[in-house]
């Protein structure tokens, strides 16, 4: 176990055991035995996660001699919906035992759910490096036509079998890459949010995920080989992005707009060439957009903000309801962007007060943007190599319909982003119309016709 990782777990409130290395599965039953001791287990399997890991995990648990049995999802393709959360809830109700779960994203959050609705924990066996979630607090579900983040404590212990991992479908790594990537821009927004004093950054989540952030993601060429130190190295990560959300307890420290591009997409059914798209693919286009919005962002001289104009445009609570409204009209719910404004919602003063610090603190501040936000063509190049999403089209989206998500992503929770900054500082339609206009880097005249 690396030193970060002994930190990590003395900073997580739910996980105590977190073992990562080559052919480890044989740990398993131990581990298990050590948390639950007594219990029963039942393994939540899907027909590839059986194939890769769940067999021998379930001949190893039986061969130490705990009550074992299984759960195969009965879906060949599902993702995180309600229905399947009844369906776990009811083999944790029908067995009394204690959940394993052998897979990827989908089956882990169906697991942290479920056990904490029976008032216990579960041990999680990750088969892909795809998403931070493993270790994350809270598990993201479509209830009722919504992406929601439901509040769960992450699993007791997860055992990381690296071979496992990397024989993952390459696009699964390439999706875990870009959704560690998603950090870099989202950890500027709460630079912002914490200047504003609406979600102050938590040292303890900040250091253990940012400091080594850049070293997670110099491994592009490796992850893209399937080199296993590389694909450790990126599981580890996402891991550290996991305990960073347990530290703060939230997903403050891993997800910002860019996750809101991919939620705008999960609520509305999105598909591409007849399938949903993976998380980390639809993160990828959400945290090249944020990219490119700070490239534009940074070229604003602060310093000589008219304050006072802004404060005197700034809308009165029931025009932002109203915009609200308008937008979210037709949406699956049309009340959200109401109750997110609801919440980060400044008055004239306020605004004056958030304003009057970014001004007076620009150069430091935009100094500071710059060292964390990569370049929009640096993490397209990054990405490109790992095989994840580098244009919209690649995930069926053209650059118009990408334009229209933006309105929705400054709306869609109530965590201070960087549009709300845009929108205070009255350049809110100037930034969007830099990203999205000539030569800008989804200009919409590149579209395909």
Request: hydrophobic share 45%; charged share 25%.
């Amino acid at each position: 176990m690396t030193p970060r990782i002994e930190n990590a777990l003395r900073n997580a409130t739910d996980t105590k055991v977190f073992e990562l290395g080559e052919n480890i599965l044989d740990r398993v039953p131990a581990v298990f035995s050590s948390l639950f001791p007594g219990r029963d287990a039942v393994l939540i399997v899907d027909c590839n996660t059986w194939r890769v890991a769940g067999e021998k995990v379930f001949a190893l648990m039986r061969g130490a001699g705990i009550p074992t049995t299984v759960f195969h999802i009965p879906d060949e393709h599902f993702h995180a919906e309600w229905k399947y959360i009844e369906m776990v809830d009811k083999v944790l109700d029908d067995t009394g035992a204690v959940a394993v779960s052998v897979g990827s994203g989908v089956i882990n959050d169906l697991c942290k759910l479920c056990s904490y609705h029976h008032g216990q924990s579960y041990l999680s066996v990750p088969t892909a490096a795809s998403v931070d979630g493993y270790s994350s607090f809270g598990a993201s579900i479509s209830y009722k036509g919504l992406k929601q983040t439901f509040e769960c404590p992450a699993p007791v212990a997860i055992v990381a079998d690296v071979e496992v991992i990397a024989t993952a479908p390459a696009k699964m790594t390439a999706a875990g890459y870009a959704d560690l990537a998603a950090k870099n821009p989202c950890g500027a927004e709460w630079m912002i949010a914490d200047l504003f004093g609406t979600e102050p950054i938590i040292p303890e989540a900040w250091h253990m995920l940012q400091d080594v952030l850049d070293e997670m993601l110099a491994s592009a060429e490796g992850v893209a080989k399937g080199d296993l130190k590389a694909i450790s190295l990126l599981f580890e990560g996402l891991t550290l992005s996991g305990f960073a959300m347990q530290a703060a307890r939230s997903s403050r420290p891993a997800s910002c707009t860019d996750h809101l591009f991919s939620h705008y997409l999960d609520m509305t059914g999105h598909t591409y060439k007849g399938e949903l798209q993976s998380h980390g693919f639809q993160v990828a286009i959400g945290t090249l957009t944020m990219c490119a919005f700070f490239d534009e962002f940074l070229k604003f001289d602060l310093t000589k903000l008219d304050v006072d104009k802004c404060v005197a445009a700034w809308p009165s609570l029931e025009e932002e309801h109203a915009r609200a409204r308008k937008i979210f009209e037709d949406f699956v719910d049309p009340e959200l962007g109401v109750r997110s404004i609801d919440v980060k919602y400044a008055d004239k003063e306020g605004v004056r007060e958030q304003l009057t610090k970014v001004r007076d603190q620009w150069p430091e501040l935009r100094e500071k943007y710059r060292r964390q936000v990569y370049p929009f063509e640096k993490m397209q190049r990054l990405f490109r190599i790992v095989g994840a999403p580098a244009d919209p089209s690649d995930i069926g989206l053209t650059r118009a319909q990408l334009l229209a998500i933006v309105p929705y992503t400054q709306l869609m929770r109530h965590r201070i982003n960087l549009l709300d900054l845009a929108k205070r500082a009255g350049i809110y339609d100037e930034l969007v119309g830099m990203v999205f206009g000539k030569g800008g880097a989804w200009d919409l005249s590149l579209d395909a016709s």
